[in-house]
């Protein structure tokens, strides 16, 4: 009865203060069913629903840096430290000229920054962490980010804390964080997205690609082959434009469809706005929290359009909702508005992938945490007013760091020797000996990123600090689904394990409402 009525309240208070973020036609009463055939499939943890919440562009540190004090912060008297910023570290940093500072609330737009592939191993320097102002900053514009453009390259080694990020501060307070997460290999958001799905970017298939002017930058190829390194859009995507490339071998919705486990990808702007000549125009715009219209679908945002085998090229539509997660016309790629409806229906996939609007990605250019913020809570809340939520856990992570400064290098676990690669050296990643399956173009791990667990069976309050990486989802759903390994040279074989995260023993009752506009505790 008492978690009745916690789920009652929960969906009394998103009616009140979460309208700002959810189609009014997709405000419905907490779902009275509870029929989702994930439920029939064995699984190695009471887990029978994993949500992943994809967003853009965020280092550790950027997010967490002081993490959890925070003048005008509250945090539990227990709250374990992490790895972050220290006052030593701040007074006295390797990057001289430049020491890194915090960004207040008004400053939350702010452009993006350098985070190519070879930028951000230059950034790194062999470990010094040093050159950061010099490889990845972006100056910003004075006449669209008025707040912070007289930082200049400074702007590079700013940080938010508790009091912008209230709402991840807050989730990491009551649920699980992990302070070792990094990017599989160094690179913007195809290469992140590419492994959270596969944690393999090699295997480009040159005869599925568009060669436009900056190609030669996406792609990587040595003498062991293709690997990418930049942001091609995928090929099976009609919304795509060049450069287009596509990439061979497996990815996790290939292993989930062969053991007809449903899943799906969900993602703002999918649906076409129009069709042109059979082909879909991706045009559907969002607003941020200050009106500004971004355009919802980012395509090279979408790491199944790479695969021709989970592409759904022209943005087709399930026949109906029942046929969501499962084989059909869509093949398992789905508008955002679809997640909100079988959510709402009290049936989910066992595995979705979810990915915000443009304008609400928390990628720097066309979002912010505070618009980040309202996605990520709206969605939680309604999570927990589901009677899905018991056997349910999300993850919260991010594609790529966006060049913002982070002090820590994680373990080299793939070296690389490439012309685009600069880490210990011009053209060096190490020795590129240990390269997996030989190929090069893969340097990593790359940048230390965000990563929270939110579920009735996480660790209250609880930092983990087990080395993983993107390719670590991948392998979570392997194991939780018996899935085998994707292999073949993909991250998965030697990821390291989320569970340490979890207490599978002692489920929590509770539910953990906040304030999607503030970030603030709505159920103390």
């Known amino acids: 009865m008492i978690r009745k009525n916690l789920r009652w309240m929960a969906s009394v208070l998103m009616a009140v203060n979460l309208a700002v973020a959810i189609p009014s036609s997709l405000m419905?009463?907490?779902?009275?069913?509870?029929?989702s055939n994930a439920k029939n499939y064995e699984t190695a943890t009471p887990i029978k629903h994993l949500v992943v919440v994809f967003q853009e562009n965020v280092s550790f540190d950027h997010y967490f840096?002081?993490?959890?004090?925070?003048?005008?912060?509250?945090a539990r008297k227990d709250t374990p430290t992490v790895n972050g910023l220290t006052e030593g570290l701040i007074a006295n940093n390797p990057n001289v000229d430049y020491p890194p500072f915090l960004l207040n609330r008004g400053q939350n737009y702010t452009c993006s920054q350098n985070h190519d592939y070879k930028s951000e191993q230059q950034a790194f320097d062999s470990g010094l962490m040093d050159m950061f102002p010099e490889d990845t900053a972006h100056v910003c514009s004075s006449t669209t980010y008025p707040d912070v453009a007289y930082l200049g390259p400074a702007i590079v080694m700013g940080y938010f804390d508790g009091n912008t990020v209230t709402?991840?501060?807050?989730?990491?307070?009551?649920f699980s964080m992990n302070d070792n997460n990094f990017g599989t290999n160094f690179g913007p958001s195809t290469v992140g997205a590419i492994n959270v799905i596969s944690g393999m970017t090699g295997g480009v298939d040159l005869g599925h690609s568009i060669?436009?002017?900056?190609f030669g930058d996406d792609i990587t190829t040595t003498s062991s082959g293709t690997s990418v390194t930049g942001d091609p859009d995928p090929y099976f995507d009609d919304?795509?434009?060049?450069?287009?490339?596509?990439?061979?071998?497996k990815n996790i919705g290939d292993l989930l469809s062969a053991k007809k486990i449903s899943w799906g990808w969900f993602e703002g702007g999918f649906t076409p706005s129009s069709v042109v000549a059979g082909k879909a125009v991706?045009?559907?715009t969002t607003n941020r929290l200050d009106g500004t219209a971004e355009t919802a679908y980012v395509p090279h945002h979408n790491p199944f359009e790479y695969y021709a085998s989970t592409a759904n090229i022209h943005h087709a539509l399930p026949k109906n909702l029942s046929e969501v997660g499962h084989d059909g016309l869509a093949n398992h790629q789905y508008d955002l508005s679809y997640f909100w409806q079988v959510l709402a229906k009290g049936e989910l996939p066992a595995v979705s992938y979810v990915k915000a609007n443009a304008a609400q990605d928390g990628h720097p250019g066309n979002s912010s945490p505070l618009d980040e913020q309202v996605f990520i809570v709206t969605l939680l809340n309604k999570l927990q007013a589901s009677p899905l939520w018991e056997d349910t856990a999300v993850i919260i992570t991010y594609d790529d760091s966006d060049g913002w400064y982070d002090h820590v290098l994680g373990p080299i676990a793939n070296q690389s020797v490439s012309a685009n690669d600069a880490l210990t050296g011009n053209g060096m990643c190490g020795s590129g000996a240990n390269s997996l399956a030989g190929l090069q173009g893969r340097c990593g791990y790359g940048p230390r990123l965000p990563f929270l667990v939110i579920s009735p069976f996480a660790k209250?309050?609880?930092?983990?600090?087990t080395v993983i990486d993107q390719s670590s989802v991948v392998r979570f759903i392997e194991d939780n689904w018996d899935l085998g390994r994707i292999g073949e040279g993909s991250f998965d074989?030697?990821?390291g394990p989320i569970t340490n995260m979890f207490d599978f023993k002692h489920p929590r009752s509770d539910v953990f409402i906040l304030d999607p506009l503030t970030g603030a505790i709505l159920n103390r």
């Open 28 to 35: 419905a009463q907490p779902p009275q069913s509870n029929s």
């Open 65 to 74: 840096a002081t993490y959890p004090e925070a003048a005008g912060f509250e």
């Open 167 to 174: 709402a991840q501060w807050n989730y990491a307070q009551h």
């Open 211 to 214: 060669a436009g002017s900056g």
């Open 239 to 249: 919304c795509g434009s060049p450069d287009q490339s596509s990439v061979t071998g």
């Open 282 to 284: 991706c045009a559907t």
């Open 460 to 465: 209250d309050n609880f930092v983990d600090h």
């Open 493 to 495: 074989q030697i990821a």
